[in-house]
């Protein structure tokens, strides 16, 4: 079973941005008091049990872990948002969505 981890840092996010460096890595933030949240969490957490291999996925909480999640949205450039989807490569985003527009199908075929 694919797994996701935890980010809780800014350091720990700057890792993830710098390990998507020739491969590819998937980002969900989201917060844990947001029904729209709620919704994007079951569909990532359906997704990533099919998730093709190689891919390396991680989560951040945006209220517990707020530095770290507004650090990303600087340092790539794409407006900060929750629940969102960050799809990167070569540590730049080549792909994003956002509230209801995360979806398995949206997931299956940004990473494809």
């Not at 998730?51 to 650090?71: E, F």
């Amino acid at each position: 079973m694919t797994t996701s981890t935890e980010i809780r840092t800014e350091d720990e996010m700057r890792a993830f941005l710098e390990a998507s460096n020739g491969t590819l890595s998937v980002l969900f933030k989201h917060s844990p008091t947001c029904g729209t949240s709620q919704v994007a969490w079951e569909e990532w957490e359906e997704w990533i049990h099919s998730s093709p291999s190689g891919v390396s996925l991680a989560w951040c909480d945006v209220v517990g872990a707020r530095p770290a999640a507004r650090g990303i949205a600087s340092w790539l450039g794409v407006l900060h948002q929750s629940p969102q989807v960050l799809v990167l490569r070569d540590g730049k985003c080549v792909a994003h969505a956002s509230h209801y527009s995360i979806t398995r199908d949206w997931l299956r075929n940004a990473v494809s």
